[in-house]
């Protein structure tokens, strides 16, 4: 079965970190390039930051540079969303995607809140 599975989410005060995951399965996920799109109450779905491979920087939207670091571990068909310095405007629910020439797939997503 085809599969994106993310976890990490929660509740965390303003300041704080928190690490998501997305572990894949029933496909290679190697072939594909992975990204974490977020989606805020209200708001269209938005990318955050995309790794095409190791070879090449990832790319980030502004509001999250220096703060969030995407990476992957292909051994574990798994890729991570690192969030430190959260803050409010971060909270959504955040989808894992793995996409590739006339193929996209997404996760579930999982709940991030920053509040106090």
């Known amino acids: 079965q085809v599969q994106l599975v993310e976890s990490g989410g929660g509740l965390v005060q303003p300041g704080g970190s928190l690490r998501l995951s997305c572990a894949a399965s029933?496909?290679?996920?190697?072939?594909?390039?992975a990204s974490w799109y977020r989606q805020a109450p209200g708001k269209e779905r938005e990318l955050v930051a995309t790794?095409?491979?190791?070879?090449?920087?990832?790319t980030y939207i502004e509001s999250v540079k220096g703060r969030f670091t995407i990476s992957r571990d292909r051994a574990k068909k798994t890729v991570y969303l690192q969030m430190n310095s959260l803050k409010s405007e971060d909270t959504a629910v955040y989808y894992c995607?793995?996409?590739?020439?006339?193929?996209?797939?997404w996760g579930q997503g999982t709940q991030v809140t920053v509040s106090s």
């Open positions: 790794m095409i491979s190791e070879d090449i920087s990832p």
């Open positions: 029933g496909f290679t996920f190697e072939e594909y390039v």
């Open positions: 995607s793995a996409i590739r020439p006339g193929e996209r797939l």
